[in-house]
């Protein structure tokens, strides 16, 4: 190698150093974690073992086909299955390794988003040191989950709509893309914060300063092809024509009727699936008679279809049922409390239903989030409506549009917790802005009080 050329690194390396020893330090955090702590591979109960079951058959029977393939998004039992093809079907450290890349990766794109967003150099160091350490970031990539893989889709395609807002580079309208469609095959949610994209774009025109139809066609074509598979896969599984997976109708069932657990009966089958956060706000109910939110089911506790979890049709006839026998004042209070949800109520799965050993720290790192980033990101969140916070409203977008899914289906935690990256950084921005206050009160003063007198 030349020594321009080295001198060429040598200064990139400089010139990005933070954004370096954030992202090595959070994989070393990351690889002791999974390595020798907490291996994703000694879990494989409940969804884990869904993820993991899924990458094996894959393995053994490639040509398998069902309908119960399609229930949840595929891009988790994916990765994990590329993982197992390229290192060994049982290898637990490859598995490890992968996710804690997959955690630091998360915690580089929040850091570099911190970059471009945060003004002060102590603030981005004191976000940093937050996001290294950030206990349900290292505690679900100890999981085979589709949290930490969807947490790297949620921080890339941030960064690169920032960037791309204040640039116009033609790669980051390929990289929002790709991101926000490898986002889609593990949580479809986030199609809703490509289309509030896209509104932004219309509606806040301004931040986006290097603005060109080509950069909408060239952000749109990876997400386009990658949503264009997941269909043609959907409809070899199933014989029907949809996005990504099957389990939309059975969430909003759960969002509508308010229901801890739902039976699907068959001829052939029998299931049953109950969201956490719901069993959970029950539990707490049960337990303090003055709760403020409640669950408030529809029509009971447990509800049953005919037919298969899979199966559209009778899972909105359900829902549409419990909206028809609750009118729509308490369809609004489901809303809110789901949004309540994300936050309170219940802690995140699994550590929720774990030892002590994993479900304290998990306790106690939600408290510390509820008391020092939620006040100051709600704050953040609301100003960044306002049409002069129109870069805030950018990192905000992918939070926003957590909210919104939740009012639709329900809250947890555990859904929240990808985006906690984001909510860091505008919790940030909003203390920035308290410090900034007196001085900002001086100039104000100084400016009225030094401004000439009309003399007449």
Not at 15 to 39: E, Q
Not at 77 to 95: M, P, S
Not at 352 to 371: D, I, V
Not at 384 to 395: E, F, G, H, Q
Request: some cysteine.
């Amino acid at each position: 190698m030349s020594r321009p050329t080295l001198s060429s690194l040598g200064t990139w390396l400089w010139k990005r150093r933070g954004l370096l020893l954030v992202t090595l330090a959070a994989l070393a955090v990351r690889l002791v974690w999974n390595l020798r702590v907490h291996r994703p591979i000694d879990f494989a109960f409940s969804d884990m073992a869904g993820y993991l079951d899924r990458a094996n058959l894959m393995l053994d029977k490639p040509a398998t086909k069902g309908p119960w393939l399609t229930l949840f998004p595929y891009g988790t039992h994916y990765f994990i299955f590329a993982v197992k093809r390229l290192f060994g079907r049982d290898n637990a450290t490859a598995l490890g390794v992968a996710y804690a890349v997959l955690g630091a990766l998360a915690v580089g794109y929040t850091y570099a988003t911190a970059g471009r967003f945060i003004p002060r150099a102590w603030a981005r160091v004191v976000v940093g040191l937050v996001l290294i350490v950030y206990y349900p970031w290292i505690s679900l990539g100890g999981y085979a989950l589709s949290e930490i893989p969807f947490a790297v889709c949620v921080a890339a395609s941030t960064f690169y709509g920032l960037r791309l807002a204040d640039q116009g580079r033609r790669a980051d309208a390929w990289r929002l893309g790709l991101a926000l469609g490898l986002g889609a095959v593990v949580r479809p949610q986030i199609l809703l914060a490509a289309v509030l994209l896209a509104v932004h774009v219309v509606f806040r025109r301004r931040a986006w300063r290097h603005f060109t139809a080509g950069l909408v066609v060239r952000a749109a074509a990876p997400l386009a092809l990658l949503l264009a598979l997941s269909s043609y896969r959907l409809h070899a599984q199933v014989g029907v024509w949809g996005l990504v997976s099957t389990n939309g109708p059975l969430n909003f069932v759960f969002g509508r009727c308010h229901n801890t657990g739902l039976d699907a009966v068959s001829a052939s089958a029998r299931g049953f699936f109950g969201p956490p956060p719901l069993g959970a706000l029950l539990q707490y109910q049960k337990e303090h008679k003055d709760a403020l939110f409640t669950l408030d089911p529809a029509l009971g506790e447990t509800l049953t279809i005919q037919g298969n979890m899979w199966d559209a049709a009778p899972n909105y006839a359900l829902a549409a049922r419990c909206v028809r026998k609750t009118g729509y004042f308490r369809q609004i209070k489901y809303a809110v409390t789901h949004v309540v949800l994300l936050w309170g109520y219940n802690a995140i799965w699994p550590d929720q239903g774990q030892k002590p050993r994993w479900r304290e720290p998990m306790m106690s790192s939600l408290a510390a989030h509820n008391t020092f980033i939620l006040p100051g990101a709600a704050v953040a969140l609301l100003l960044s409506l306002r049409r002069r916070r129109a870069r805030a409203l950018l990192v905000a977008i992918q939070v926003w549009s957590l909210i919104f899914t939740s009012m639709l289906y329900f809250g947890d935690t555990r859904y929240r917790a990808p985006y906690d990256g984001l909510l860091i950084l505008l919790a940030m921005t909003t203390y920035l802005d308290v410090l900034s206050l007196p001085q900002r009160l001086r100039d104000r003063l100084h400016e009225r009080f030094a401004r000439p007198r009309s003399v007449g």
